[in-house]
């Protein structure tokens, strides 16, 4: 079946720009997670939703970063007024909750750089 | 927060040769992946693995809850193998979100 699905894959912004970037989950998959990969570094976590409702924003650096999952599906990450150390890839993970299995499943990514 | 740590961070192979890979946590986990970062950025998961041992091909994967580790072995290394592999944990208290560790470089040679 098809995997996670992130659009676009490659995005550039001058600095003060707004972006949006845009992720497919797997059909069924009730949690989506966005995490933020600085080059050279693992993963970080950002924010969680469980269907259409976000139960942890954490991770999110500032309030220049929202996101949404309106329908329970398909999720935005909006960055707004983008700075350099914004520069990352945004990679989006599903998993199927419910079960006592929580194995998340990743997306391509988007690289965005910030000029 | 939870501490992930893995080694070596680095690592360079001739083909056919076998490795592993390690990855030290700071508590009790509910969930433990092992993920292959190919050249392209596509995480690929390798395994699910909260405990026990697992086998696919020629990776395969021990978890030791008890003790906090887990470990990677590659065998019989292929050039397709390079890549950075991440080991991920998460607490279910923390909602199942991933904490990675830094990870290891492999570059294998032909």
């Known amino acids: 079946g098809a995997g996670v699905s992130q659009s676009p894959r490659y995005k550039v912004a001058k600095r003060g720009q707004d972006v949006a970037l845009r992720c497919d989950p797997i059909?069924?998959?009730?949690?989506l997670f966005w995490y933020q990969q600085a080059l050279g570094q693992g993963p970080e976590f950002l924010t969680y939703?469980?269907?259409?409702?976000?139960?942890?924003k954490s991770g999110l650096p500032s309030d220049r970063f929202f996101a949404e999952r309106p329908e329970g599906s398909v999720s935005t990450l909006k960055i707004q007024r983008t700075q350099q150390e914004d520069s990352a890839v945004y990679l989006c993970?599903?998993?199927?909750?419910?079960?006592?299995?929580?194995?998340?499943?990743f997306g391509p990514g988007t690289r965005l750089t910030v000029t | 927060g939870i501490q992930v740590e893995q080694s070596p961070p680095d690592l360079i192979l001739q083909e056919g040769a076998n490795s592993t890979l390690r990855c030290n946590f700071s508590?009790?986990?509910?969930?433990l992946q092992w993920f292959h970062q190919n050249p392209w950025g596509q995480l690929i998961n390798l395994f699910y693995?909260?405990?026990g041992t697992k086998q696919n091909g020629r990776l395969s994967a021990t978890t030791v809850a008890t003790e906090r580790y887990s470990l990677l072995y590659i065998s019989s290394s292929q050039t397709t193998d390079s890549g950075v592999y991440f080991c991920?944990?998460?607490?279910?208290?923390?909602?199942?979100?991933?904490?990675f560790g830094a990870g290891t470089i492999l570059r294998v040679k032909s």
């Open positions: 508590d009790s986990v509910n969930n």
């Open positions: 693995i909260p405990s």
């Open positions: 993970a599903s998993s199927l909750r419910g079960t006592d299995i929580y194995e998340q499943y």
């Open positions: 059909s069924g998959h009730v949690s």
């Open positions: 939703f469980q269907n259409e409702a976000q139960l942890d």
């Open positions: 991920a944990v998460d607490l279910l208290e923390y909602g199942n979100k991933l904490v």
